[in-house]
Structures are given as structure tokens and as C-alpha cells.
């Protein structure tokens, strides 16, 4: 999956004739996003540290938070000439799901506000910077006027969730993809009722930290020496194990043969990115030469499929709880991992009529986390396919088994797992399974999400 380009943002202050400018230095340690007069002065600015010192930035680049980071940190500072009518100042953090040019397609997830400060606590002074007293400051501040330079500090605790506690999605924007995901810090400037208020919005990039449950002890132990870990009849604990499906079909257009398929899953059903899905096949039928020709590593499909679902609109006005009244559901469903398969040869069981399979479905590191708010959500489901042989034509359903996994974006503690795939066949899987039809789904059959357990 190819890096996509973070998006652009235009920012544009609502009071006439201020405008905004969106451009961090990058010779400074901070971030610094600044409001202009209209002749090209600075008169607020919204200073941010760089966390990685280490890295050249470019002014390209974008604030990025995190969840689990403690605070989101800065400063406002406004640099006044002449007395301004100002009430209130607040900082907000501001999370959309966008399907549209305009407004009628914004959803938002997470509206966040801090009070930086009001007119009713009385005169900023402990915020000004220029101590020496300046003439009529008094009165204009009780006035809402404030006139001079001021720093005014925040910390922000990040939420971790949306309004009803669901974990937030990351900074999503996909060219393919009809919804972006945006994340940005806003700062207003209350300017009064004859006054059009001064905004500033600055685009953010959000990346959640989310880790997989613990896996079975014995699993953990093959981590630890790096060694293969053990399958399903050694290892319960260390698998789902799902109910036997049928797979039915003709055989050499000459008779009906069913292959009886188990499907195991590393537990838990929830996988790091960057690393893989471990899976476990088994495969029984009375017909020998129906294993020998179709349960092999190159007939046995097994794949991992995102889907994309968010909220779209043509552009309808929004209600007060961020939806519109003409809002539909709308789904992209894309295949993002198929599994390489190899026999199963740790397993001594002398019966001529079972088969098994171990794999691997490699999980790209660009994979965007599960996610499910109110807008937009990511889910991710494993399908058991039907055996693909020129011998073969299966009938009946088109899938036999659908099974809905977490991606999340960190390890758990303890060892990492080492893949078994040489990286070149993962690189090979991934290029013959790029196929970008992510168009809306609408035929059932063909969506593997109406069959998930």
C-alpha cells in the first residue's frame, strides 16, 4: 500500500479583515500558526512544540498527537497595537468525518473545548508579557478591550473517546476513499456582538495507540525463542477454532466431492499492524484425490477484507448533533491481505483422508486501526473462500465463512512475533492482490461483512 500525502487544509478567519496563515517555521523547535491583519501583521498566534527533535521538518509538516500522550501543550499569544474588543478566548479540539466539498458532508465525532479566558475573570494582567503599565489599559480591559502583548498558556487532556466512549478513529485520507477523517486544533477569539469572532483552525494528525489482549502462554514462550508456535490440537488456548464448514463442489466435471474445513485463528482476534495474522487449516474428506488436487497452499484462499463505513450526504444542513437529516450509511469494502499458505507437517495424525494448513496473512504497517464511532468506522473480517482449481467448480455460496478480527496499532508486552514469510512472497502477495474496486457494496453475495460472526 503506497504512502498517501498528508491532505491540505485552507483556514480562513471569519472576521473581515483578518486572515489566517498556516505555516510552521521549520528552523524553530514549535509550530507557530498566526492570524494577519490585513496589512500582514501578526496579532495572534498559536505556538506548539515539535516533540522529535531529532527529524528535519519541513513546513509541510503538521502537528501530530497522540492518544496516551498526557497533554496537548501550548500557547496563545496576541500582540495588540491599538485596543481591541476581545471577551473570551477558547481553545477546542475538533474531530470530522468529511464526505463532501462543504459543510453538509462534515460530521463531527469530538468537540472538545478549555477556556483560555473571559471577560468576567477580570483583567488578564498575570497573562501580559509587557509589564510596563499602559495608559487606559484598566478601563479597556473591564471594557472587554484589551491593548499590548500577552502570552496565554494551555493544556488540553486529550480525549480517548467520543461522546459515548468509543474509541477515536486515527487521521484517515485515502485517495480512493470518499470520507477523510481530520483532525484540528481551532482557537477563537470572541470579539463581541459587533464583531465578526476570529478563528483559526489548525490541522493536526491523530494516531490512537491500541494494543491486542496477552496471547496464550505457550504462544508467548515460541515468541520468546523464536521458534514455531504450536498449532491448534497442541495449543487450544492459543486459537479460535471455528465450526466445520462444507465446501462442495464438482470435481474433474466428473462427481461431487465435499471437503470438510476447520478454521483456526490465533487468539486474541486482534492483530498489530505491521505483523500477521496466524492461521490454521483443516481440511477432511472421503475423496483423497479432492485433498491431494484441492487442499494444497495454492487452491486454499483465505483473505482479509477492510470495510470502510461512514455517514454521506449531498450536502444538507447539519443538526445539532452533528448528523444531517438526509445522512445514509455508505460502505467500501476492500480486500487488504490474502494468506500464505504451506502444509502443516508438525502434525502427526496417520489419516490419509485429513489435510492441514498453516499460514500466514501479513498485515501492511498502513492498515488504519479498528475503529466504530458515530460517523465513521473501520472493521476488518477474515473470509474462508471456496478452493480455487481449474479442476474444481464449487457450488453454492461464493463464501463459506466469514469471521470479523481487530487490527489495533501497537504490540503487546512481552516478545513480538517473528514472521515465518520470506518479506519477497509478502511483497508478492500484496502486489497480485492490489485491486483498488472499492466502490459502495451493494450485492450481498459479494460482501463478506453480512456474514460475519
Partial sequence: MQDQALPRY????????????VSPSPALDHYSFSLKSSKGNIWASVNLPKKDHSRS???????????GASLIIGSVKLNLKTPETIQRITMTVRGRAITGANEGGSHIFLDHSVSLWSKEQGEPNA??????????TSTSSRNGKLLGSYTFPFSISLPTGDADGVALPETFHERASGVRVRYELVLKIGRGRLKSDSKLQIPVVYHCRTTPSPPSILRQHAYQENTTAPGPPLD?????T???????????????VILRCTLSLANPLSYTRGSFISCHLRVESIDEQALDLLASPRT?????SRRVKYLFDAGQGMQHNGKSTASVPRYEILDVGQTIWSHDHDINEDDSRVRYLTGEIPLSKELPPSSDVSSFGVEYAVTLLPFESATFR?????MLQTHKVQVVSDFAQGPVPSRRVPISQIEATWAASARESVNAIAASHSNPFQLVT
Fill in 394 to 398: 464449487p457450488e453454492g455460496a461464493t
Fill in 242 to 256: 471455528f465450526s466445520p464448514v462444507d465446501c462442495i463442489g464438482r470435481l474433474l466435471n466428473s462427481r461431487t
Fill in 127 to 136: 497573562y501580559r508579557n509587557d509589564l510596563t503599565a499602559v495608559a487606559g
Fill in 236 to 240: 487450544p488456548d492459543g486459537w479460535s
Fill in 57 to 67: 521538518y519541513s513546513v509541510n509538516d503538521v502537528p501530530i498527537i497522540g492518544e
Fill in 300 to 304: 486454499t484462499v483465505l483473505r482479509l
Fill in 10 to 21: 485552507s483556514v480562513v478567519s471569519k472576521a473581515p479583515p483578518h486572515y489566517s496563515t
